[in-house]
């Protein structure tokens, strides 16, 4: 990650702390003003996990949030507890795009219309706060706390979405939605132990799309992409969940085979290979044309680090590239060779 970006990554995080410690605190600050017969509520759901008059146990919840900032709606059932405790309400549920995220209280049923509150927008759409007023209902005071409170949730939901935006950039290639480089390797060292570990095959697949320059001088970046994502497309119909595909620079691609030798690696890239070759890839309106790749394959030897598989891989995919391209070479035909 870039200076940029690891410092963009740490203010968000310091921006979702601090949002959330605010709820906290003011939740607590607000608890012994509450008189006893406000207290008691019919929970259905789930009892509230933080002990009345004890801010740590809030704190508890905020950090137990905050550990999983990367996905917004882990935060979407501390913002409703803090909320609904804040206010007095006798309930609570939160809906995105329609549908119901999480509840707490008495929720339902007949009595007095709940308070909406908005709390910005996602990917799923407009998400949204319901708050069931106590039964003298909600005065001027306490919908202002609420207001107040739910834009200070939206600031930190709008914090945490961008998060998991700068993660998710962290670890994937924007133009194909493969994942990049780094995580690439990071997953060959962790798959590496792991075959170790359990004395299992693993097998690593390169590939390289033929001739692609001349794409790039033809149709431009444009044209280049369009095949780019093509071919990303096509990788990943042909792999298995647990395999790791990724884009490790240019027009080059990197397939990590857990628990396959290399005779089940080089199948796998050929039924690549033939499926390429079967398509056409449509650049604009009036062009389309045909791709090629060629393939090296290596699997994992004893003592090899993941430096050294991969030298073997690329090694096999320059004797493809040298042999005349649009072909497989593992890397036990170099050593046969």
Do not use: C
């Not at 990071?186 to 075959?195: G, N, P, S, Y």
């Not at 001349?214 to 444009?222: I, P, S, T, Y």
């Amino acid at each position: 990650m870039t200076l940029v970006g690891t410092v963009r990554w740490t203010f968000l995080v310091f921006a979702v702390a601090a949002t959330l410690v605010t709820l906290a605190l003011l939740l607590w600050s607000l608890r012994g003003r509450r008189t006893p017969s406000e207290r008691p509520r019919s929970d259905r759901r789930r009892p509230s996990s933080a002990e009345h008059g004890d801010p740590r146990e809030a704190l508890a919840l905020v950090g137990d949030a905050l550990a999983a900032t990367h996905n917004p709606r882990v935060l979407l059932p501390v913002i409703l507890e803090v909320i609904t405790e804040a206010t007095g309400a006798r309930g609570g549920q939160i809906f995105a795009g329609g549908e119901e995220v999480t509840w707490i209280g008495e929720v339902g049923g007949g009595g007095r219309k709940p308070l909406s509150l908005g709390l910005g927008f996602s990917t799923d759409g407009e998400t949204t706060l319901l708050l069931v007023p106590p039964e003298d209902g909600f005065d001027k005071d306490t919908r202002t706390l609420a207001e107040w409170l739910a834009s200070q949730a939206a600031v930190a939901l709008d914090n945490a979405r961008l998060h998991d935006i700068v993660q998710r950039q962290a670890i994937t290639d924007d133009l194909t939605g493969l994942v990049n480089r780094r995580r690439f390797i990071e997953a060959l060292d962790a798959e590496i132990e792991r075959a170790r570990s359990f004395g299992s095959a693993l097998t690593i697949v390169l590939a390289d799309l033929d001739n692609f320059k001349q794409v790039n001088d033809e149709f431009g970046h444009h044209g280049g992409d369009i095949v780019l994502r093509a071919f990303a497309d096509l990788i990943r119909s042909h792999v298995r969940d647990v395999d790791v595909s990724g884009r490790i620079g240019g027009e080059e691609f990197a397939i990590l085979l857990p628990e396959t030798d290399r005779a089940g690696a080089a199948r796998v890239a050929e039924r690549m290979r033939r499926s390429l070759n079967a398509i056409s890839i449509s650049i604009s309106e009036d062009h389309s044309i045909r791709a090629a790749s060629s393939f090296g394959v290596a699997e994992l030897e004893p003592e090899q680090s993941g430096d050294d598989l991969l030298r073997a891989a690329d090694a096999a995919l320059y004797r493809a590239k040298d042999e005349g391209k649009n072909r497989v070479v593992t890397a036990t035909e170099l050593a046969g060779a």
